[in-house]
Nanobody, 115 residues
């Protein structure tokens, strides 16, 4: 299993970024996918989750209405569209999947929101 995030960077408050996570090594369309984020000195927290078919999503309250998780099962990729970004969204963002009881994480993508 391999997860590779991309799309992080520096953005001004109110701006947008889209993170991508390219997955391989497992039947992508059979598994729900999650985006987690980790603030400096804190544990990782779930930001968003999408079911295997993409027909259901859920979000942590702090990002609901601003972030959108989606997936392209033909491309084995999950996305996180982040709009109206705030300085408090600054974190390392990780893609995660659980396959046969084992958790797999990507290497992370740094998102920094600052003027």
């Amino acid at each position: 299993v391999q997860l590779v995030e991309s799309g992080g960077g520096l953005v001004q408050p109110g701006g947008s970024l889209r993170l991508s996570c390219a997955a391989s090594g497992f039947p992508f369309s059979s598994y729900g996918m999650s985006w987690y984020r980790q603030f400096p000195g804190k544990e990782r927290e779930l930001a968003a989750h999408i079911t295997s078919a993409g027909d259901s999503t859920n979000y942590v309250e702090s990002v609901r209405g601003r972030f959108t998780i989606s997936r392209d099962n033909a491309m084995n990729t999950v996305y996180l569209q982040m709009n109206s970004l705030k300085p408090e969204d600054t974190a390392m963002y990780y893609c995660r999947v659980q396959v046969l009881g084992t958790l797999y994480w990507g290497q992370g993508a740094q998102v920094t929101v600052s003027s």
